[in-house]
Structures are given as C-alpha cells and as structure tokens.
C-alpha cells in the first residue's frame, strides 16, 4: 500500500523496472484471494458452522502471514499473498455474520458498525507499524503475529445459535441462549425459551418429528446460492446488493490506493485516508436506527457519487479542492460500505445467508481487483478514475430504493421467508423481539 515499503520489496525480487506493473499485480492479487476465500468459506460456514471455519481462517492466515516474511523469491511471495487474501474472508465475513447472528434487531447496528471500528483502526495502525518498521520482511511478520493471540477465541465464542437452530440442533442453542440470558442477568421461563424455538421450527431441540427433523435438516443443507436468483424477489434484491458491494468496494480501495496522488508524506496521507474513516462510521450510529438503511445507504451513494464527478470541473490548480472533495467521497462510501454489510445481512435468509454474504463479498472482491488497474486510467486523464467511481456510485445510490427497509424487522429465516420478505404479516417480530430479550445489554 505504501509506495516505499513497496520500492524496497521490489528491489529485493530484482523488480524496481516494473514496479508500478508489479504493484498493481500484488494489490490485485490479494484482492483474488479475498473472492475465493468468500466463496469457498462462505460456503464452509454454512455447512460446518461459524466457529469452526472462523478459527481454520485464523490459523491459515497467520501460518501463510509468517510464510510470505520468509519468501525467497517473488511468486511465492505471491502465493502466500494470495492464500492471505483468502482467509482475509474467512476471518471477517465469518466474524461478521456471527455477531449480526447473535443479536436482536436493536442492537444489529452496534454489533454490525462496531466490527467495522476495529477495521478502520487496523487501517491506521498498518500505516503506524509501516513507519517504524522500515524493513517489510518484518512488518509482515508484525502484521502476522498477532492473529496468535485471537486463538484463544476459542474459549469465549461460541457458536451461532441461528445457525444451529437451522440445522435441527436446538438443545446446543437452547444451552447457547441460556447461558447468554445468564451473561446478561436475565431469566428466560422454559415455556417462552420453547416457545422461541417452535417459532423458528423446532422446541426442545427437535421439530415436532423425527421426520419434520429430517425434513428441516434436508432443507438447510440444499438451500444454495442458486435460491437466491431462483425467486423473483430474491433476484431482484440479490443483484441490487451485489452490484452495490461491486461499487462500494471498489470506490473505497480506489480512493484508498490513490492516496499517492495526494501530494505530501506518504504515511500522513494513509494515516488520513483512514481517520475519515470514523466519522463515517459515526454517522452510522446517530442515523441508521432513525432513519433506516435504505435512506442511509442511497444518500451516502448519491453524494459521494456526486462529490467525486466533481472533481472533474476543479481547475487544475485547485489540487487541495479536489483532494477534498475525495475525502467527503471517501468518507461517505465508508458510510454506505458500513451500511451494506449491514443491510446485506438483514436481507438474506440464514440459510444462505453466509453464502449471499460470501457471493456479495465475491462481488465486492472483483471492484477490488479492477481496482488498481482503473486507477492506472489517471495516467491518461488524472479525473478519469473519480469520474468512474462517481458515476457507478450514483446508480448504486439509486438502484438501492428497489431494496426494501430493513430496520427493526425479523431476519428471515427460511428462503420462503427470504422471498416473503417486505410484506407485512400479522405474526411479526416475536422472534426477535425474545431475541432481543435474551441479549439485551
């Protein structure tokens, strides 16, 4: 990400007269691990559970962290920068969805906002260590080495206790619940605990018979990616999320990547293009329970999409105007990206739900990629990327009306539930309301 660290990385590889070419090729390649791994660990966690693909990504991520420090040569560096990029999703989709899980609707936005806190401080805190540690062989291995201490996870989370309801295992996440309500001070009567779990298709662990179990079961483990474009509905809200991570994903590496072209200390850019990060987030937590997702995510679309098409009618001497102008875009598309993990996690059913993720993540993954080579487009027209970004994140903003509000609403469950989604029922939110009560703060 640092030009400098990256000059020094590519004079070690006998590299320095492509740089420029090798160092989009490592971006972009890092960015292809991320598409894999949100297929293939997307698809895991679905079938053997949040926690255990959680930890195998950890593991992976640092043992190939610690491999890349010790590479000889250039395409095994690149092999383990791939395998990184990978278990990059594992460790944070994966995360992610368990916290949305084991919450209530009230306390989505916190659970959801909060994780992307910790990713902005991580941001800031690579520019940081990239400061004082000159030598890249062991800032990668500073960078690696902590992931460590986060085994020892193992002892505290606990597996998803939706997802283990959707998979006929109702006793392991009725003792989840319980011991959650204990956590938290709150007693949960056997009957409204049963209850709960009827509600979602089964009470005391199993469905009303040993068939409906199997039939349960049967039906978890065929719900695939295909469900979602097999329903009209679904379709529909489906392709909107993915094009809308498609545009929030690849804005936001653009403009991160293009803080080169501020002018100035390297480090000091970085360490901005971060901190406009928070009150992004910020903003999130003063207006997403007020005023909803989908007025959030259309309007942060909107004006950063219009903030950065300014950016071509700046004379050219006005270079502090538009770096401005790419930082409020910058700012707003942390916005809107905060908004669709959110958003995205609320629409799909659970069933599907971290492999909808992991197909929006994939989706996200290839603005990821086409990332750096837009930015390359500046060497012909300096606005020309900005103009890009802009444009697709104002259809963004606008195609994102077609979704609809998601705010306080019951998680779908089933894929019938997910094409049902929107219309209003007269058995509502009793689910998550008692959700509510066994996690409430």
């Known amino acids: ?56 990504s950890l593991v992976l991520q640092v043992v190939f962290g610690l491999l890349a420090a010790a590479a000889t040569e250039y395409y095994t560096f690149m092999l383990c920068r791939l395998v990184i990029g990978s278990t990059t999703s594992g460790v944070f989709l994966v995360a992610y969805v368990i916290a949305m899980e084991m919450v209530g609707p009230t306390k989505r936005l916190y659970a959801g906002v909060v994780c992307q806190f910790f990713f902005t401080t991580g941001y800031i805190l690579t520019a ?14 500073a960078l690696s080495a902590p992931g460590i201490v986060f085994l020892c996870y193992w002892w505290f989370v606990p597996e998803s206790a939706r997802w283990l309801i959707t998979k006929g295992r109702g006793v392991e996440a009725k003792e989840i619940l319980l011991k959650a ?9 056997e009957d409204i605990l049963d209850n709960l779990l009827t509600k979602t298709g089964m009470a005391n662990g199993d469905l009303p018979s040993e068939q409906g179990a199997r039939e349960k079961k049967t039906r978890a483990r065929k719900a695939t990616l295909f469900h979602l474009f097999h329903y009209p509905n679904l379709r529909k809200r489906t392709l909107v999320i993915l094009f809308s991570w498609f545009v929030n994903s690849g804005t936001y590496y653009g403009l991160s990547w293009n803080t080169s072209n501020l002018g100035g200390n390297d480090y000091i850019n970085f360490l901005l293009a971060g901190a406009v990060e928070y009150p992004g987030y910020a903003f999130l937590l003063l207006t997403l329970n007020r005023w909803g997702r989908k007025a959030v995510l259309c309007g942060c679309m909107i004006v950063g999409g219009v903030a950065l098409l300014l950016t071509s009618v700046v004379p050219s001497d006005m270079n502090w105007l538009i770096i401005t102008l790419a930082m409020i875009g910058k700012m707003v598309i942390t916005s809107s990206y905060g908004t669709v993990y959110v958003f995205s996690a609320e629409q799909f059913p659970t069933v599907v739900r971290n492999i909808g993720i992991g197909a929006a993540s994939t989706s996200a993954r290839i603005g990821g990629i086409l990332a750096p080579y837009t930015l390359l487009l500046g060497d012909q027209w300096r606005p020309l990327p900005l103009l890009i970004y802009g444009a697709l994140a104002l259809c963004g903003g606008l195609l994102s009306l077609l979704l609809p509000e998601t705010l306080n609403k019951k998680l779908p469950d089933t894929i019938e539930e997910g094409e049902m989604f929107g219309i209003k029922h007269k058995d509502d939110d009793a689910l998550d309301g008692n959700m509510d009560d066994v996690f409430k703060n």
Not at 128 to 141: C, E, G, N, T
């Open 128 to 141: 940081a260590f990239a400061y004082f540690i000159k030598d890249w062989r062991i800032l990668q291995v």
């Open 181 to 189: 309500a204990k956590e938290n001070k709150v007693t949960i009567p």
């Open 1 to 56: 990400m640092l030009y400098s660290k990256m000059v020094r990385f590519s004079s070690q590889f006998n590299l320095v007269c492509d740089d420029a070419h090798f160092r989009v090729m490592a971006d972009s390649l890092f960015m292809v691990g991320a598409l894999l791994g949100s297929i293939i660990f997307g698809d895991m966690s679905d079938r053997f559970g949040r926690r255990p693909i959680f930890f195998l």
